[in-house]
């Protein structure tokens, strides 16, 4: 099973370093978690979600394909992918892409309303948890995304473990599969999914302090401060 552990860690760090790659090539606030900014330039949730579970799923399948291409297991990619990872997978691009509406609709609607980093207001890690609009954007912490990323790093966590604990009961590579989950997980994180994407449809109220959509469009005001100062 050591080719499987060996293969599964090479290639999970290789998605961690292209990921850490592509952040040094945003315009906002480059460095190794720059694949988080979003198209307000803030740390989102949503992209910490699609990233996390791209390296964990994608690395693991990576890992059991090269483990049994080097053992000789005749039809390496002669496994099956269960229906509830395929699902959760399906989960998380479809809350990305409702949540990106979202924005995308409020960024048109109500842009002063609407919080926004720059370099002249800079995004900081703690906004993954705050509100992105009204007067208490970078203020306040949204409940329903602290929910929605305590509940992913428990399944998170579960399932890299559960990966372990099936590869170790393998008795070759050839038996290695990637791991299923029941179904009440899966049940529980469509639930928060949805929790967290419902709650991006209520419009917050007053305007926040610092950048926001439509300052950063039509240029600063003189007496602009910046709500997040370097």
Same mark, same amino acid.
């Given at each position: 099973?050591?080719?499987?552990?060996?293969?599964?860690?090479?290639?999970?760090?290789?998605?961690?370093? $292209?990921?850490?790659?592509?952040?040094?090539?945003?315009?906002?606030?480059?460095?190794?978690?720059?694949?988080? %900014? &979003?198209?307000?330039?803030?740390?989102?949730?949503?992209?910490?979600?699609?990233?996390?579970?791209? $390296?964990?799923?994608?690395?693991?399948?990576?890992?059991?394909?090269?483990?049994?291409?080097?053992?000789?297991?005749?039809?390496?990619?002669?496994?099956?992918?269960? &229906? *509830?990872?395929?699902?959760?997978?399906?989960?998380?691009? +479809?809350?990305?892409?409702?949540?990106?509406?979202?924005?995308?609709?409020?960024?048109?609607?109500?842009?002063?309303?609407?919080?926004?980093?720059?370099?002249?207001?800079?995004?900081?890690?703690?906004?993954?948890?705050?509100? *992105?609009?009204?007067? =208490?954007?970078?203020?306040?912490?949204?409940?329903?995304?602290?929910?929605?990323?305590? %509940?992913?790093?428990?399944?998170?966590? #579960? =399932?890299? #473990?559960?990966? %372990?604990?099936? %590869?170790?009961?393998?008795?070759?590579?050839?038996?290695?599969?990637?791991?299923?989950?029941?179904?009440?997980?899966?049940?529980?994180? +469509?639930?928060?999914?949805?929790?967290?994407?419902?709650?991006?449809?209520?419009?917050?109220?007053? *305007?926040? #302090?610092?950048?926001?959509?439509?300052?950063? *469009?039509?240029?600063?005001?003189?007496?602009?401060?910046?709500?997040?100062?370097?």
């Amino acid at each position: 099973m050591n080719t499987i552990y060996a293969a599964w860690a090479i290639s999970a760090g290789a998605c961690l370093l $292209i990921a850490m790659g592509l952040g040094f090539a945003v315009r906002i606030a480059p460095g190794p978690l720059g694949l988080l %900014i &979003d198209q307000r330039g803030r740390y989102s949730l949503t992209h910490v979600q699609v990233v996390m579970w791209t $390296i964990v799923v994608l690395s693991l399948v990576s890992g059991i394909f090269w483990g049994r291409l080097l053992d000789d297991v005749p039809d390496p990619l002669g496994f099956d992918i269960p &229906d *509830e990872v395929l699902g959760l997978l399906g989960i998380v691009a +479809g809350s990305a892409v409702a949540t990106k509406v979202a924005k995308s609709a409020k960024d048109v609607t109500r842009p002063a309303s609407v919080a926004a980093s720059s370099p002249a207001d800079p995004p900081r890690p703690a906004q993954i948890f705050f509100l *992105e609009e009204g007067q =208490y954007a970078d203020r306040v912490v949204d409940v329903a995304k602290f929910q929605n990323l305590i %509940i992913t790093m428990v399944l998170v966590v #579960a =399932y890299v #473990a559960m990966a %372990i604990d099936t %590869i170790d009961d393998a008795g070759s590579a050839a038996d290695v599969t990637v791991p299923t989950f029941s179904g009440t997980f899966l049940t529980l994180l +469509g639930i928060s999914h949805a929790a967290y994407v419902a709650g991006k449809l209520p419009n917050q109220a007053g *305007e926040p #302090a610092g950048l926001t959509v439509e300052t950063r *469009e039509t240029g600063l005001p003189a007496d602009f401060k910046p709500r997040n100062p370097k």
